[in-house]
């Protein structure tokens, strides 16, 4: 028979590679927590015409979609926001403002699989809605930052580059260009460092302004654009401004965003941005006829995880945390059979007490329980044998073992565990 | 412009529900964790063919199923099993056996959605496999039994409900039936309930035995049955006995089951079905080409999440994780607006500790910043003015407050909201 695998993109997940997704997951929770975002989830399916209104026809063949059974125009997520924004559009009186909300679960997008680039891949979406000063936008980036240093990266491993489209349409003005070219200059904004310079030169110069002053205008960094100079003085305050660098060469791609966008990017690994995000304050209007202003970023799985890999501090302390997590409270020795239903016991008090615990299903000699005790990573081993209720615990760390009472074994676990 | 909503059978996870959604997770992956479960995570999408290997094309119907861009005939999972048993099955060489392992995800079918059965669902798996032993079937039903009681469910609101499709082939031949008739007959006990008498019998008669014949066998609930013996003297030496009742009338629909089968169910609210499970020794090689013994078993979050609502005791448990997961460690209350930099620089310093803090975006009257606080439910509020570098600690519950430096501020929390 034909083996069957997992479709082109899509990733199995055997246990090593999902403690490295849960570390990641942990890390973005935490750092949700700490800066006191409440978390939602959606649909991994929604109304195709969610992702059309958004983004227009061009997105359809970047998903997956189909027509269910009941007719229905269907797509996987390939993001959250505009789920978010139908969630709160349709809700917003009952929540109190700022709505400092996120969300962590897989999108999914129909392109060709690349390094960091997989049709199934987990997101972090941070949001906050209801509020549209740029102290929220502050608050967001320095989430963006915190994340960062709780996976150990320092000053000298990333950098928030930090823009406002806005700036650019004070530009436009004072340069007599039509409004109506903004999407256009944006677009050559943002291919500025990929694109060839005379093609460049040539396009701003038909829409009415010129390379020139482009440059000129990028090397200023926005120092007379109050939001920008605000959110930069919110974060010099909490000490994080060395993490930070206005770049008006950051666009961001997405036609919806409409003010502050910034995007984290890696400096040693060549300049991948890890996230990105900003202020999208049209969206909730556009898919649920809500106004209510709103930003927000978003952080990919694979990105991050790699960076982590590549970067020796960083990918310790991820090594540190999956030892922990590997780690068995206790793995029970059956030193004779006769007791065996005295060790089931003792593994049900120490279960129902919290601690993880295991044995053998299979009679085996000592030694070899001892073996898997080792392999399974236990911190401790407590054999029942021919004098119960007398058993031994013995530490593996340290080898060092005592005799205790059966019927006291979850305290004693509990002060052997906790003495380090 | 039309309102866009979830799909039917879909549901919008906003805050209070996630956090229930996320009480589940919790109780699923700590039982997981004691009863040394690993986990393991599969790809939302899947090749239909995977589906079709395992239940035949029937299933097909009730999938959400379409061709992908790339031609592929790709289905969104309706369960997890088929893909645990390809993975195994690819690589069960690198795993010591036996593999306990679990996974926590959406699952999809295509069905008239109603209470306690959506089109989208989460589903907790524990598997054994590489292990044909009742000592791992026993396991699994402990972990059952374990989960229940975490959740608060006590002898009075739930059963085990065991039974083992081998007794009924031993039963079949000890009546001369046919084997080939084997499917048919699970078919009319798995109706026994819920089918006419007659009609029961009349079937039963056609292939060859009696509607007496069968209530006599289950009658004698399996007593000499070695596994189910077994089993029953593995729990009973953990205490869980109790919990357990031989049911032969259990034999669950799906045709994969090849022994041990058995179902958790509630005693108060219609008993329901709350999870399921058995053995399937044949899937890894009907997959996957491999000979590996399995064995397993599934919760959803719909049924188990209504039940806990419905049983006070439960309810009360899961009321009381929620207000702890609602906490905010503290809430920084900016009383002069000229030290808000002082302010921004304690909410980044109680974050990098581990505190979950928060702070109002814009200036407000002190009274209202603590209004805020109440509502965020915080713990302790932090009042930074005019005297700075001195702030105020006010804990929430008691009232009490302290004047505090703000440079040992991490410490200062950390000891008060230690004291209950």
Known sequence: MEKITSLPGFRDFYPDLCAVRNYVFHNWRETARTCAFTEYEIPVLEPTELYRRKSGDEIVKQLFHFTDGGGREVALRPETTPSLARLAAARQRDFRKPM?????GACFRFEKPQKGRGR?????????????????DADLIATAIL???RFGFTQADFRIRLSDRNVWSAFLASQNVSP?????FLQIIDKLEREKEELTAERLTAIGTSLDAVRTFIAAKGADHPPLMAILADLAARGLDSFVEIDLGIVRGLAYYTGVVFEIFDLNHGMRAVAGGGRYDNLCNLIGGTDLPAAGFAMGDMVIANLIRETPHANALMESWLASQRQLDSFIVIADEAHRPDALNLVQSLRAAGFSCDYSYQPAKVGKQFQTAEQLGARSAITVGSEFPNVKLKLLASRTESSLDAATIVDSLKSALATP
């Open 100 to 104: 400092k909300w996120f969300q962590i």
């Open 147 to 149: 994340v960062m240093r």
């Open 180 to 184: 109506d070219h903004t999407a256009t």
């Open 120 to 136: 199934e891949f987990y997101q972090w979406n941070c949001d906050i809605l209801g509020e549209n000063s740029p102290a929220a």
